[in-house]
């Protein structure tokens, strides 16, 4: 896959800015709600913040360090994430992670160009080119699962994820390739599986017949036919 140089920035803002740049594979991270819990979520803050009173490095730009300290936070986010043994795991139940899974591959046939996945226990991993608002693509993969778990659930009424979302866009093929690999093997640093392609709801798992750094091949992506089971489009 080709990643051109960004000709423009689009931005979006719920709690915070999200500079999206046009045409450009965006990794993004959905936690559900609460898998974060308020004690966690002020020693993060802490960390941030000792980031931001470190003196930036030779030659670093001020966008290049904001970029670093989200990523070194991100990975401390993760890290809690995976070893989580409490809070929300309903992403653990495999018609749960099935939901998810089916909604993140249904349109990839119109609304972005999926690049890589994985569903955990109690966030999600996705790696797409968007075709459309950012916004609307999460809005809707995230309405449609909260809805669809929550009557399975009987938890109708409570917000299944997290409002805000964390994302990073791909700057070149490198880190592209980094970010799927990244994906891929979260269930096996998480001691999930033995292999990345053990686990089911990954897009590891298709890796035989596509090769990283591409879209997701045509007969991956699920028909109506396929996905029967939704009681609604995604």
Known sequence: MSIGKTVGMREYRRHLPHQIPPDRPIFLTWN??????????????????????????????????????????????????????SGPLHLSLPKCAATVDRAIRWHARDRYSLLAWCVMPNHAHVLLTPHLELWKITKGIKGFTARKINRELHRTGNPLWQDESYDHWIRDEEELLRVVHYIEMNPVKAGLCAQAADWEFSSARLRQNWNAGEPIPAEFIPTPKSIAGLTEEP
């Open 32 to 85: 559900l709600k609460g898998a974060i819990p308020r004690r966690v979520a002020n020693r993060l803050q802490k960390y941030r913040e000792e980031l931001q009173s470190q003196p930036p490095r030779p030659n670093e730009t001020p966008r290049n360090r904001a970029v670093r300290e989200g990523k070194m936070t991100f990975a401390r986010v993760d890290r809690y994430l995976d070893a989580a043994k």
